[in-house]
């Protein structure tokens, strides 16, 4: 009766050792995602400084709206001088315009001084305007870059691929290659019980990437305080899918030098497929396609729910539905197709 907890005790703390034993896998793992986080946040603190010239169209609250920008470092807030209200496109010689309505902003940036976002976001939830309805654009109606919150759904999907691929597909190949799993297979150990060992530490780590994620969103005030349960639950459903996924990688392979090759080659494919740096509807319609099919995608549109809303495509129950629906496949084809080594006929 004992027996299978101290044996899953055991193979749980193997397992662990086992994960960080290798300094690779160690980095890649651990602090690859955390260093390509900390790159973007430094890029977009980096160009959130200097000087801002800052018209706010005409509106009932006009001059609040400009006495909350003129208190942000740097920035020069002042009413729009032209006879008549600015059209959407017309930035004059400013680098933004702010259009204030109730609890909604429109607010046109040119595109290479996009560092005015964070400032402009914070002096705007300080007067009184939903975050949540803040919509930012170019003068040609794109979507401005914004380092600060393009570097959180990019940093933790690279954490979860990284933790999923590097983390949990590599080091159970390298375990075939070595013969481990050939003579685990001689045990009367079971696969259900060496799998679930693989899992403790694994979601330890996505939990505190989460955390780290929420706690960074939280500071620079991308997401209320409340709002972080849900952010958690999609990082956790879109964990559980790469998790299955990358089993369904390491099902069979034994050449972890290869495989590491192609994950390395499919997780920038994923990212651009997903709708991270381009738009989805920038993309020629075979290539929508292709990322429409794509588990990944649903992933960062759930994400956008709370880090970029304007971003979303699909409801969040048909995001989580997707994750959910890609979880159970993958795992049932890494369960189906699983051997403890290449030439097992059972």
Known sequence: MNATPSVLREM???NARELFRDGKTAFFTVLFPLLFLAMFLGIGVLTAGGSYQIAVAPSPNQNEVVESLGHVDGFQAEAWQGTKPPTPGDLGAYDAVVRVDGRRAMVVVEPSRFGVMSGVRSALADSGVDEARMEFRTPDGGAPFDPLKAALPTGLLMSLMSTAFFGTATPLIALRTRGTLRLLGTTPLSRLTFVIAQAPVRLALVVAQLV??????????FVPLADTL????TGMLGALMLFAFGYLIAARLRNAEVVNGLLGLLMPVLLLFSGLFLPLSMLPSALTTVAEVLPTTYLVDALNHDLNEAAAVHSL???WSVLLAATVVFGGLAARLFRWDQGEDR
């Open 12 to 14: 749980v703390k193997t």
């Open 317 to 319: 129950t048909v995001d």
């Open 230 to 233: 849900r952010l958690m639950g």
């Open 212 to 221: 780290v994620l929420g706690t960074v969103a939280v500071a620079m005030d």
